[in-house]
């Protein structure tokens, strides 16, 4: 399984980016979807997660600026990111917990993206 994120860039404050994040290879079904962020130094946090019936999760600092959406039919995730602002420089990862098809049986694991640069400066 393989997942490969993309969008991130040089935006200005305020500004708006889109991540996407494709995941391929022998999957059965996507339980959950989400990105997480690292900025230098810190540790790796969740930002959002979506789950296959719908609902999702925002860490508190999104505070109405992001919005997660997914299609669990064709394994593709996004994150639209409004108003951004210099702290939410860093580096997103894309995460899903998949159930996964290797031989003949049937194996749930999370699996990561390789992380897409977001830079939030004037």
């Known amino acids: 399984v393989q997942l490969q994120a993309s969008g991130g860039g040089l935006v200005q404050p305020g500004g708006s980016l889109r991540l996407s994040c494709a995941a391929s290879g022998r999957i059965f079904s996507i339980l959950t979807m989400g990105w997480y962020r690292q900025a230098p130094g810190n540790q790796r946090e969740s930002v959002a997660s979506i789950a296959s019936g719908g609902v999702t999760y925002y860490a508190d600092f999104v505070s109405g600026r992001f919005t997660i959406s997914g299609d669990f039919d064709v394994n593709t995730l996004y994150l639209e990111m409004n108003s951004l602002k210099p702290d939410d420089s860093a580096v997103y990862y894309c995460?899903?917990?998949?159930?996964?098809?290797?031989?003949?049986?049937?194996?749930?694991?999370?699996?990561w993206g390789q992380g897409t640069l977001v830079t939030v400066s004037s």
């Open positions: 995460n899903i917990n998949a159930t996964y098809i290797k031989g003949e049986g049937f194996y749930t694991a999370p699996f």
